[in-house]
C-alpha cells in the first residue's frame, strides 16, 4: 500500500526510502512488490536499478515490460524502449493500451513512421477499446513523421474527440506550419461543443505568431480568461512576446511584459531576446539578455542567442565576451543533432560526429558531393557545416 501510494503521487523518493527500510529489515520482497519496485524506479528515471529489478523477475509478464518501455521514453531513450517492445512482442506477450502510448511516443521522439505504423498495425489487430491518450498519441506519431494525410485520417476515424485529441490535431498542423488549418480546427473544436483549455490555447498562440497573426493572437490571449475562464500562465505569455516581437513590435513586447504577472518568468524574457536578435534591436537585446540570466544563469541555448545577436550588429568583440563569459560560468549548449530513418533503423548524428559505424564512407560521400558543387560553381557559406 505505502509504495502503490508513493507512485500514484509521484513521491518516488519516499518510496525509495521504504524499499531502503525492507532491505534494512531484512524483509524479502514477494514478486509482487518487486513489480511494484520495479515500477516505482522506473517512474523515477533510475533505470538501472529497475533493469536490476526487471532481470531478477520470475516473471516477465506485461506490467513490469511496460513499466520499462515507459521508463525509457520519459528518459529520452526511445531507441531501449522500441527494444523492449519488440523483445515483448518475440515472447508471445499481447501488448495493451499502455504499451502502445508510449510505443507511439518512442516514434514521435524518433520521428520513426517504420515503426510506428508497425505498431499501429498491431494495435489494430488487438482489437483494443478506443482510449483517448493513445488516440492523441496516435495522431502526434503521424505528424511528427512527416505524414499529415495519416494523421488527419486517423483523427477522422475517431469516434469520440475531445480536447486532447483536438490538441493533438492542431498542434500536428502547428508543428507543419499550417496555421491556417490550426485556426479551422480551433474553430470546428468550439463549435462541436468542445471547450478548449490552456495547452489548446499555447497551441494557437504559437500558430498565430508562426502566421504573423498579431491582432488574432491577442484576441485569442484575452479570450481565454475572458470567454474561457482560464488564466494565462507564463508559456502563454512567452508566446504573446513572440507574437509581437516576430512582427517587429518590440517596444511594445518589452512593454507588455513589464505589466504581466510574469516578469519572473524567464522564457517571456527568452522570447524577446530571440526576437532582439532577429531585428537588431541591441539596447532591448542587452535589456532582455540581462534580465534572463538573473532568472536563468545556465542555458547555454540564451547565451548562444545573446551572442549571435550582437554577432549579427556587427559586435564581434561583444559576442566574444558572452561565449567568455558562459565558458567561464561553465554553461554549455546541448548540442544539435539530425537523424534519419532507414530500413526500420534510426542514425543519429551530431556536428564532426565519427561515432557511427559507416563513418568513414559518409564523410567520403560528403566530401564527393561537395567536389561536384564545386564543380558547378556552387560554394556553401561554409563548408565545415557540410561535414556530420
Not at 536499478?49 to 529520452?76: C, D, E, H, W
Request: net charge positive; hydrophobic share 40%.
Amino acid at each position: 500500500m505505502l509504495l502503490q501510494e508513493c507512485i500514484q503521487r509521484h513521491e518516488y523518493t519516499k518510496g525509495k526510502r521504504v524499499h531502503a527500510h525492507m532491505v534494512v529489515v531484512g524483509f524479502a520482497p514477494s514478486e509482487y512488490l518487486k513489480v511494484k519496485l520495479l515500477i516505482l524506479y522506473a517512474l523515477s528515471g533510475d533505470l538501472q536499478t529497475a533493469g536490476i529489478l526487471f532481470r531478477g523477475l520470475q516473471s516477465r509478464s506485461l506490467i513490469p515490460r511496460n513499466a520499462m518501455i515507459s521508463g525509457y521514453v520519459k528518459k529520452g531513450l526511445e531507441q531501449e524502449g522500441l527494444f523492449m517492445y519488440y523483445d515483448m512482442r518475440y515472447c508471445s506477450i499481447v501488448p495493451d493500451q499502455y504499451t502502445f502510448a508510449s510505443v507511439f511516443r518512442a516514434c514521435s521522439a524518433l520521428a520513426s513512421l517504420e515503426h510506428g505504423m508497425r505498431a499501429h498495425a498491431v494495435m489494430i489487430k488487438s482489437c483494443l477499446k478506443s482510449n483517448i491518450i493513445v488516440n492523441s498519441a496516435l495522431v502526434d506519431m503521424y505528424f511528427k513523421c512527416s505524414s499529415v494525410s495519416d494523421g488527419y485520417k486517423v483523427f477522422d476515424q475517431f469516434a469520440i474527440r475531445n480536447v486532447v485529441t483536438w490538441t493533438s490535431l492542431m498542434s500536428g498542423y502547428g508543428y507543419h506550419g499550417q496555421v491556417s488549418e490550426v485556426l479551422k480546427c480551433f474553430e470546428k473544436m468550439k463549435e462541436e461543443g468542445c471547450r478548449p483549455n490552456s495547452v489548446t490555447f499555447l497551441v494557437v498562440l504559437t500558430a498565430c505568431s508562426h502566421g504573423g497573426l498579431v491582432d488574432q493572437g491577442r484576441e485569442h490571449f484575452d479570450s481565454m480568461k475572458r470567454d474561457y475562464g482560464i488564466k494565462p500562465e507564463g508559456q502563454h505569455y512567452a508566446a504573446m512576446v513572440d507574437i509581437l516581437g516576430r512582427a517587429g513590435r518590440l517596444q511594445e513586447a518589452y512593454e507588455f511584459i513589464v505589466k504581466s504577472p510574469c516578469k519572473k518568468h524567464a522564457p517571456v524574457w527568452g522570447s524577446l531576446l530571440g526576437a532582439c536578435r532577429n531585428h537588431g534591436n541591441v539596447e532591448l537585446l542587452e535589456l532582455a539578455a540581462t534580465k534572463y540570466f538573473e532568472l536563468d544563469p545556465t542555458n547555454g541555448g540564451n547565451y548562444v542567442v545573446f551572442a549571435n545577436g550582437y554577432a549579427s550588429c556587427g559586435l564581434l568583440d561583444a559576442a566574444s565576451k558572452v561565449r567568455r563569459r558562459m565558458e567561464n560560468a561553465g554553461v554549455k549548449k546541448d548540442p544539435g543533432c539530425s537523424q534519419i530513418e532507414l530500413q526500420g533503423q534510426v542514425h543519429k548524428f551530431m556536428r564532426n560526429d565519427t561515432s557511427h559505424r559507416l563513418s568513414g564512407k559518409i564523410h567520403e560521400k560528403v566530401q564527393e558531393m561537395t567536389s561536384l558543387f564545386m564543380d558547378v560553381d556552387y560554394y556553401p557559406d561554409d563548408l565545415d557545416t557540410c561535414l556530420l
